[in-house]
């Protein structure tokens, strides 16, 4: 008597047909002597591989929405990027203009509050002057008595070498230099006008 014959498959089985190729004489006893053929597959002797081979499909399913997502986000930053430079660039005008003043805003609260130093403002304006000679520093008059302060706590100071001019025309933390070539303002409104000139020109 032969066994029973098994036939092992890569994939599981969705359907069975057996036909009957056996000659007519064979008898209906030799039939059930000859036993059935059973088909097994590879998932049946091994039922963890299927098991491993759905994991793997969800790791690769979970790893391409990952990359998606990312290339989504990217997209996304990338557009929010263009419209920001976009925005400022039509808007880079009225940008300036606020920042200007809002500068303005915060140094007139520092002049109210005699939160600056006059004696840097005008060393920083006689760097332009390439002489000291009969040199006149017009100041305001709050700003005069601070500068006078300085000359006498100060025998070296660049001060000593001109002559400060009290003029109340002039405003606090301001000066106006005069001297045989020609005059140099040091005021808030140019300094600023410049500053919004600049950022203008900014692309």
């Not at 036909?19 to 030799?30: F, K, L, M, V």
């Not at 098991?51 to 929010?80: M, V």
């Amino acid at each position: 008597m032969f066994g029973q014959p098994t036939i092992i498959l890569s994939k599981p089985i969705k359907s069975v047909t057996i036909q009957d190729t056996r000659p007519a004489s064979i008898g209906s006893e030799d039939t059930n002597n000859m036993g059935g053929t059973e088909l097994i597959s590879q998932t049946q002797i091994n039922p963890d591989l299927d098991a491993n081979n759905t994991s793997a499909d969800n790791s690769k399913a979970k790893e391409a929405a990952l990359l998606q997502t990312c290339q989504i986000i990217n997209n996304i930053a990338d557009k929010l990027k263009k419209f920001n430079e976009n925005l400022i660039a039509e808007h880079k005008e009225e940008i300036a203009k606020l920042s200007v003043e809002i500068a303005r805003k915060i140094l007139v609260q520092k002049v109210e509050k005699g939160d600056y130093e006059i004696e840097s403002i005008v060393k920083e304006a006689l760097k332009n002057i390439p002489t000291r000679q009969d040199v006149e520093v017009h100041l305001n008059p709050e700003d005069h008595v601070q500068c006078q302060k300085s000359l006498h706590d100060e025998l070296n100071s660049m001060l000593s070498e001109i002559k400060l001019i009290l003029d109340p025309d002039i405003k606090r933390a301001e000066c106006s230099i005069k001297t045989p070539k020609g005059t140099i303002q040091s005021f808030i409104d140019e300094h600023l006008e410049q500053i919004g000139e600049a950022l203008g020109k900014v692309k």
